[in-house]
C-alpha cells in the first residue's frame, strides 16, 4: 500500500529503484461439493439450528465476497484473483479474462468493480458446479472425493505471480500472496509435490495463508511456517468475513506493525508413500528418498532394489565350563611336569645317576 512502499520492498528484499509496489492477492476457494452437503446435511440432523450456526456455501461465498471488496477498496493499486479448487482440479475464477464466459452484469448502486467480482466469481461458480453434477446435486465418493488437492491450485498461482512480476513495468514490483480457504479434508497422496511447490514460493518470498473452515491441516501448517504467512481456524461459521477482515487483509508490512495470531506448533512428519499417512518413524529410499512405514525390498517409486549387508560376526565368550585348558593353565601344567621329572632325574639336564 502506498503509505508503506518503501517499508514492503525492504521486506520483499526489492532494489531501492522500485517507484511502487503492486499487491497481488490470489484466493483459493474450496468448492468441494460433497463436505458442503455434509455440513448442510449435519445442520439438518441437529435441529437445523441458526444460518450463523452452519456452514453452507452460498453464506460463505458472500463472506469472501466483503472481503474481496475490502481488499480492493483498501487501495486502488491492489489486484486479487480467485481460483476455485475441486478434486483435484483447480478452475480461474476471476478476473473475467482468465475464464471464457458471458460478462453480461445487472445493473445496480454498486461500484462496477465490486460488481465484476462479485457476478464473474458466482457465475463461474455456478458454472463449473453444475457440469461436475449435471443433476444438481454431488456425486457420492469415498474418503479420496472428500479430500481437495491444492498442489495444482498453487502451482497456477505461483505461475501467474511470477508472470505478472515479469510483465510489470520497470519502477513497479509486483508483491504476491497466496490465501488458501480450505473446507474438507488433507489429501497427503500428493505430499512431495506440495512440499516442492512450497519450497518454491518460499524461494520466490511468496507468503502462503490459510484459513481453515474444516479440520486442521497438517500440510497447509507446514506451508505457512515454511512461507511466513499466518494460519487460523475459524471456529464459528458466521465469523468468516471478521476474521477474513481483521488478519488477512493485512499484508506483510503491515502486520510487522499490527497484532497477528501467534505461530502455532507446526507437525512436520512425513506422508509414507504407500499409505498417504503421516508417519514419526518409516523407512526412506536411498535413491530418491521415497518415505515408507513398512520395510520392502524394492522400492515401489523408483523400482531401486535394496541391498542387504551381511553383519560381522561377533566371537563367542568363553565358556568357563568348557573343557578346553585356556593358555595360562596350560602353561602351569607343563612347567609341573618339567619340575616333577627333574625331582626324579628324568629331566633332559638330568646325568642318569640314581
Known amino acids: 500500500m502506498s503509505g508503506l512502499t518503501s517499508l514492503g520492498a525492504a521486506q520483499a528484499g526489492v532494489s531501492s529503484g522500485i517507484e511502487s509496489i503492486t499487491d497481488l492477492l490470489v484466493v483459493i476457494l474450496d468448492l468441494n461439493p460433497i463436505w458442503w452437503s455434509e455440513q448442510l446435511d449435519n445442520g439438518v440432523e441437529n435441529g437445523n ?32 484473483v480467485v481460483l476455485g479448487c475441486l478434486h483435484s482440479r483447480s478452475y480461474f475464477l476471476y478476473p473475467p479474462e482468465l475464464i471464457n464466459m458471458p460478462t453480461d452484469m445487472p445493473s445496480d448502486s454498486r461500484p462496477e468493480a465490486f460488481r465484476i467480482v462479485n457476478h464473474t466469481v458466482q457465475r463461474a461458480i455456478q458454472h463449473i458446479l453444475l457440469q461436475t453434477s449435471p443433476d444438481g446435486e ?29 510483465e510489470s513495468p520497470k519502477g513497479q514490483f509486483v508483491q504476491g500472496r497466496v490465501l488458501v480457504i480450505e473446507a474438507g479434508p488433507d489429501s497427503s497422496s500428493h505430499y512431495m509435490h506440495f512440499i516442492n511447490t512450497i519450497f518454491t514460493a518460499q524461494k520466490m518470498n511468496v507468503k502462503i495463508d490459510a484459513c481453515v473452515l474444516g479440520e486442521d491441516s497438517i500440510l497447509l501448517q507446514q506451508a505457512v511456517d515454511l512461507t511466513g504467512g499466518l494460519y487460523v481456524k475459524v471456529e464459528n ?48 529410499c536411498s535413491v ?67
Open 49 to 80: 439450528g441458526p444460518p450463523s450456526q452452519q456452514y453452507g456455501l452460498a453464506p460463505t461465498l458472500d463472506q469472501i465476497l466483503i472481503f474481496l471488496n475490502s481488499y480492493l477498496l483498501i487501495h486502488p493499486g491492489n489486484q486479487v
Open 138 to 166: 454431488p456425486a457420492a465418493g469415498g474418503e479420496e472425493k472428500r479430500e481437495t488437492v491444492f498442489v495444482g491450485a498453487l502451482s497456477r498461482s505461483l505461475c501467474y505471480i511470477h508472470r505478472m512480476q515479469r
Open 237 to 284: 461459521p458466521g465469523g468468516v468475513v471478521q476474521v477474513l477482515n481483521s488478519v488477512f487483509i493485512l499484508d506483510g508490512a503491515e502486520r510487522s506493525t499490527m497484532s497477528v495470531p501467534e505461530k502455532i506448533q507446526v507437525d512436520y512428519r512425513a506422508a509414507c508413500f504407500c499409505h498417504q499417512k503421516l508417519i514419526e518413524v518409516g523407512y526412506v
Open 288 to 354: 530418491c528418498l521415497s518415505v515408507f512405514c513398512a520395510f520392502s525390498p524394492m522400492c515401489s517409486t523408483c523400482q531401486s532394489t535394496f541391498k542387504f549387508m551381511t553383519g560381522i560376526k561377533k566371537r563367542k565368550p568363553t565358556d568357563p565350563t568348557s573343557s578346553v585348558p585356556s593358555p595360562s593353565s596350560s602353561s602351569a601344567a607343563v612347567a609341573a611336569v618339567a619340575t616333577k621329572k627333574a625331582r626324579n632325574g628324568t629331566g633332559p639336564n638330568s646325568n642318569g645317576k640314581a
